[in-house]
């Protein structure tokens, strides 16, 4: 059986071999296995690291994840029957392909960068949650302080206009003592003088007030 291991990189081998008729109604097994010590004679499907199934159709298969630098053994039978050493090669891995370390980099640090930017929108995403959240807070406690300052109290106006009637009650009260007094005095004064006209040097003239007091009908009316 002519197998050809071709296209051989530090990760990929590419490996061709022709159709066999006896398996047309079935599949492919390509078998390989890295750091082959074995004899040829100890081949067994079990020895082998990994196996993939071909379909029958196809003639060739790309082996990947392989290891730089590395001996690999690689068999094709069908229907996963032990190979023998026709059905076997043996190949060697090369170095990394620089291009593809480059490769690995670049999406090593874009997958950094996206998981970044994902965690920098929740952190943002999350801060501005919190300032509209107290924003909010804030516009609906305004309010309520003003409404609450507006309001009316019934205590405070009822012992506003208490004291206030009772200060105007206080004024009326200490003007009426004061007219009744002024009337007491002028009374006195008309009393002594038509008691005493010589107590009067200069003549006295009662007070308008004392006018409307002294009755006009009466012993003392001349007098006026």
Known sequence: ???????????????????LASCADSFYSVMYHPNWRSPPASYSRKSFQKEERVPASRSSFV?????????????????????????????????????????????????????????????????LYGCLHLLCRRRRERPRGRAGSAEWDPGKTWTKSAAGASEELGVQGRGRRGGEEEQQAGGIQLATIIANPSACQQPCRPTAESRERVPRAGPYSAIN
């Open 63 to 127: 082996v990947e994840n392989l290891t730089p630098l590395t001996t690999y053994i690689l068999c094709v039978t069908c229907q996963s029957a032990n190979p023998s050493s026709d059905q076997c090669r043996v190949f060697n891995t090369l170095q990394r392909d620089p291009a593809s370390t480059g490769t690995a980099k670049k999406e090593l640090a874009l997958g950094i960068w996206l998981v970044s930017s994902l965690l920098l929108l929740v952190i943002a995403a999350v801060l």
């Open 1 to 19: 059986m002519g197998i050809t291991v071709q296209n051989i990189t530090g990760n990929t081998a590419v490996v061709i071999w022709p159709q």
